[in-house]
Structures are given as C-alpha cells and as structure tokens.
C-alpha cells in the first residue's frame, strides 16, 4: 500500500523560507511523475513543482526560481524547499505520486496524472 507522509509546512513572514519533506512508502521512485500541489481555500488544487526520474523537473511559473523540488531515492523522500515566499503561496500544500511508468515528464503537473496523494501540509505567508 503506496502511502506520503508530508512536514515541514509552517507559518512565515514574506520573503521567508521552507522545507516541504515528503517520506513515500510501498513505491518505486523511478520513471514516474512525484511532485507537489498546492490548494487555496475556494480556489482548485494546482501543480507546484514536479520531478520525472530525479533529473527532470517542472515548475508552475509563479514558483520558478523560488521552489526547487529535489528526491532522495535512498530515503524514499521528496522535498521542496521554498524560498522568498509570498502571501500569494500560502495553501495546503499536498505530495502526490504516480503510478504511471515511462510516460515522459510533460503530464507531470497534470493533476490528473495522479492516483496517491498526502493528507496536505498548511503552509501560511503573512505579510
């Protein structure tokens, strides 16, 4: 049974920074889509950052160059460390994972794309 644990999220003024820790249980990293979401309240879950195989990310354009998604296999974990936060970020952020192998990097920020989720970690950017 494929489950995500997710920590780090917090409360933090502008300009702050955060570590989203993502431990991943009874999966294989390898070849498939694992990335971060993000949900407002009122407003639908949207894809943060993406990795494919370790060495080949995506960002929604509003993070990039402030949110680096990294993976360690050896501990089965995925992170996100977030910097220069804005009020504009603060959500529940989730760790999600696919079950679809060898399918490339570009539907990785695809909601859809999908089938494991975390229980979300609220992270709060006051200005």
């Known amino acids: 049974q494929v489950q995500l644990v997710e920590s780090g999220g917090g409360s933090v003024q502008a300009g702050g920074s955060l570590r989203l820790s993502c431990v991943v249980s009874?999966?294989?990293?390898?070849?498939?889509?694992m990335g971060w979401f993000r949900q407002a309240p009122g407003k639908e879950r949207e894809g943060v950052a993406t990795?494919?195989?370790?060495?080949?990310?995506n960002y929604a354009d509003s993070v990039k160059g402030r949110f680096t998604v990294s993976s360690d296999y050896a501990k089965n974990t995925l992170y996100l460390q977030m910097n220069s936060l804005k009020p504009e970020d603060t959500a529940m952020y989730y760790c999600?994972?696919?079950?679809?192998?060898?399918?490339?990097?570009?539907?990785?920020?695809?909601?859809?794309?999908?089938?494991?989720w975390g229980q979300g970690t609220q992270v709060t950017v006051s200005s």
């Open positions: 990795v494919y195989s370790k060495n080949s990310s």
């Open positions: 999600a994972a696919s079950s679809l192998a060898y399918i490339g990097s570009t539907r990785c920020l695809d909601r859809t794309t999908y089938n494991y």
């Open positions: 009874g999966y294989t990293f390898s070849r498939k889509c």
